[in-house]
């Protein structure tokens, strides 16, 4: 028996990993029936309120504790150039201390 599992296990692993996959094919194309969680009609019904909601340009009200980012102001602050003074060395550099090896 241990034997028959030396030279044929492979094959099975093999034929295991076929017929998962095989599963999780048939399963993701829909065959075995439909998992969705929502009816065809309330999603299309959910599609159509966010759409007229984007053509009418109405937004849900903004939440309590949710800052509001003005991003014309952000995007000028990024394109200025950046002050150096803040990333300078405090002791200048002392060409005596450089690295030694051992």
Same mark, same amino acid.
């Given at each position: 028996? !241990?034997?028959?599992?030396? +030279? ?6 093999? #034929?295991?990993? #076929?017929?998962?996959?095989? +599963? @999780?094919? /048939?399963?993701? @194309? #829909? *065959?075995? #029936? ?19 909601? %984007? !053509? ?5 009200? %903004? ?14 602050? /990024? ?7 803040? *990333?300078?060395?405090?002791?200048? +550099?002392?060409?005596?201390? !450089?690295?030694?090896?051992?």
């Amino acid at each position: 028996m !241990k034997e028959f599992f030396l +030279w044929h296990g492979e094959k099975f692993a093999v #034929g295991l990993v #076929g017929l998962i996959a095989f +599963w @999780l094919i /048939i399963q993701g @194309l #829909g *065959y075995l #029936g439909s998992s969705a969680p929502w009816p065809p009609e309330e999603l299309q019904r959910i599609a159509d309120i966010a759409e007229n909601d %984007i !053509k009418n340009n109405e937004h849900a009200p %903004i939440a309590e504790g949710v800052i509001r980012v003005d991003f014309a102001d952000t995007a000028t602050q /990024i394109t200025e150039p950046i002050p150096a003074t803040p *990333y300078r060395a405090i002791v200048p +550099w002392n060409p005596e201390m !450089k690295w030694r090896s051992p």
